[in-house]
């Protein structure tokens, strides 16, 4: 079984930056993809991005594509969602989720096998 939590949620100004943390417990991660998404009221589940755990690759969405930027670190089984240049719009609960029975990124939260509780973020203007 795997854990996700998920951290460093909070409020900031529009203009402003925080960094999430996800991190993964129960296993190790290997040969997977960690993804990112985000949830406003009232809105489905939206993909943000993703990194395949080896390998490297990272796919944004265009709505973040230049502001965020997705790392991780093997060593801590931890996985960071780095938001700058924030909006209004990007206030949302933010997820990270594992995919781990297939290694190719997708974009769809039905694909992804295992969720952290989520962390509020709210940009003000």
């Known amino acids: 079984q795997l854990q996700l939590v998920e951290s460093g949620g909070g409020l900031v100004q529009a203009g402003g930056s925080l960094r999430l943390s996800c991190a993964a417990s129960?296993?190790?991660?290997?040969?997977?993809?960690m993804g990112w998404f985000r949830q406003a009221p009232g809105k489905e589940r939206e993909f943000v991005g993703a990194?395949?755990?080896?390998?490297?690759?990272?796919y944004y969405a265009d709505s973040v594509k230049g502001r965020f930027t997705i790392s991780r670190d093997n060593a801590k089984n931890t996985v960071y969602l780095q938001m700058n240049s924030l909006k209004p719009e990007d206030t949302a609960v933010y997820y990270c989720?594992?995919?781990?029975?297939?290694?190719?990124?997708?974009?769809?939260?039905?694909?992804?096998?295992?969720w952290g509780q989520g962390t509020q973020v709210t940009v003000s203007s």
């Open positions: 989720a594992a995919r781990v029975r297939y290694v190719m990124i997708t974009t769809s939260p039905r694909d992804y096998d295992y």
């Open positions: 129960g296993r190790t991660l290997s040969r997977n993809v």
């Open positions: 990194i395949a755990w080896s390998g490297g690759n990272i």
